[in-house]
């Protein structure tokens, strides 16, 4: 089960600048286990940096973050990226190898080897035929390859998902669907789950928690029922006029 006691993930004070760009500035918040957090904002609001923090794709210009209590600057990259599973929105899937070889590649970085069966179960619980394994990434659909990606990042048993707009390539029926699966699997292993979107519509649907970054700051942290009551403030309002303008919208054309 989980590693330790407390939260699975704390952003102390974490800041990150390029250069004259504070792109996270002074961010702490922590993550309790088994939640699942939306991170919401517009466009470079801070997202993916502050994700990337935390498998160390960024490295904080200040403060730290703990990960089942233990910094993440002291644990050796390989160990903590075993940990962790990883989705972003274009994939990285190696386009020379296999599926099953694209899904075993964490544990072979580890020094493990996945048996077909194993790779069988991953492509199940992602709603792949078993066949698809002994395919190349380019004889799959965008939908496919992502849910390899997801498979993937199951791999390793991680106790954490962190998403970057995981969704964000794929057809309305093949996102919605994808999403309600990963929500199954977060469920289902007992993860904590971070997730980057642009879509509040998405982050209201699927996550219990809905962080809402601005200028590199958290400036709402609420649950999607309080956002939908209209709480958390402004900007995060803004956000939620959007699916909520949509809906109504929707249900006029139905009267
Ligand atoms: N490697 C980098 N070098 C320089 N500036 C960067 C780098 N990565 C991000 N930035 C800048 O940091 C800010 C935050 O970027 P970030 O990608 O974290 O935002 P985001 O909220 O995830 O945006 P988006 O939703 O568009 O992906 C932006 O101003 C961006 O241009």
Known sequence: MRGSEGPALAFENVAKSYGGTRAVQGVSVQIEPGQ???????????????????????????????????????????????????????????????????????????????????????????????????RMPEAL??????????????AGDPHLLLMDEPFGALDPVTRDSLGERVRGLHQEFGLTTVMVTHDMAEALLLADRVLVMDEGQ????EHPQALVAGGGGEIAQALVAVPRHQAERLAELSR
Request: net charge positive.
């Open 141 to 154: 659909s965008g939908g496919q390859r992502q849910r390899v990606g997801v498979a993937r990042a199951l």
């Open 36 to 134: 699942f957090v939306a991170l919401v904002g517009a466009s470079g609001s801070g997202k993916s940096t502050l994700l990337k923090t935390v498998n160390r794709l960024v490295e904080p210009s200040a403060g730290r973050v703990l990960f089942e209590g233990e910094d993440v600057a002291g644990l050796p990259l390989a160990a903590l990226r075993r940990r962790i599973g990883y989705v972003f929105q274009s994939i990285g899937l190696f386009p020379h190898m296999t599926v099953a070889e694209n899904i075993g590649i964490g544990p072979r970085l580890a020094g493990q080897k996945i048996g077909t069966s194993r790779v069988s179960e991953l492509l199940e619980l992602v709603e792949l035929d078993a066949e698809m394994a002994r």
């Open 218 to 221: 958290i400036v709402a942290d």
